[in-house]
């Protein structure tokens, strides 16, 4: 069955570094997405990507992060310098018709 | 804003026990709603979802129904198993529109104990 697949699974990074998070949907998908979820709190909608172009996006998604789609297959979700309140499990989702399709998750830790 | 709000966990159970994970929804119009889960170490997956009042979605044994009285959702399910130890997830988002981007609530982790 086709999965949504993220990697690394756990990323540790130094305050200040830059980080890509990387995702790959599933192939005839149209849109794509990244949540987050900071531990012990919700899952928030972060920013979602049609037709090459972000079509929405939260407050959260400042000007440190940017997204990505840079060979047809690839979605990146990259933040230029990270914080530490930027630890979070960040999920990457694809969508066809009807259903959302989600990853497994970025655990990304920040020192 | 649109909110979710679900009840606090963690849920411990027996096997075989009765389930019911509360959720509360606040949001203009008429939202579509769903419930994910979470199983450890794998992503979010759809579990049901009710697109309108009174609708009830199911799956797995699963049920929940799209209550517009009193914006609830409630997740129940007659006897859980070992099986459905997992984070589960209340979200909704509005019908219609092409994007499906979703809000959720916290998270409810179910531990099912034999």
């Known amino acids: 069955e086709p999965e949504v697949t993220q990697t690394p699974s756990h990323q540790v990074t130094q305050m200040g570094q830059e980080v890509i998070l990387r995702c790959v949907p599933i192939s005839n998908h149209l849109y794509f997405y990244w949540y987050r979820q900071i531990l012990g709190q919700k899952v928030e909608f972060l920013v979602s990507?049609?037709?090459?172009?972000?079509?929405?996006k939260s407050e959260i998604f400042d000007d440190q992060f940017s997204v990505e789609r840079p060979d047809g297959s690839n979605f990146t979700l990259k933040i230029r310098s990270t914080k530490l309140e930027d630890s979070a499990m960040y999920f990457c989702?694809?969508?066809?018709?009807?259903?959302?399709?989600f990853g497994q998750g970025t655990r990304l830790t920040v020192v | 804003g649109d909110s979710v709000t679900q009840m606090e966990g963690p849920v411990t159970l027996s096997e075989e026990a009765f389930l019911t994970i509360n959720c509360t929804y606040t949001a203009t119009g008429y939202p579509s709603l769903f419930w994910y889960v979470q199983y450890p170490g794998e992503g979010l997956q759809l579990l049901l979802k009710a697109t309108k009042a009174d609708d009830k979605g199911s799956n797995k044994g699963f049920e929940a129904t799209y209550r517009k009285e009193t914006t609830s959702f409630h997740l129940e399910k007659g006897s859980v198993q070992v099986s459905d130890s997992a984070v589960y997830f209340c979200a909704l988002k509005y019908s219609g529109a092409g994007s499906y981007q979703l809000t959720f609530g916290k998270g409810t982790k179910l531990s099912v104990i034999p």
């Open positions: 989702a694809s969508q066809a018709r009807t259903e959302a399709f």
């Open positions: 990507f049609y037709n090459n172009e972000i079509s929405e």
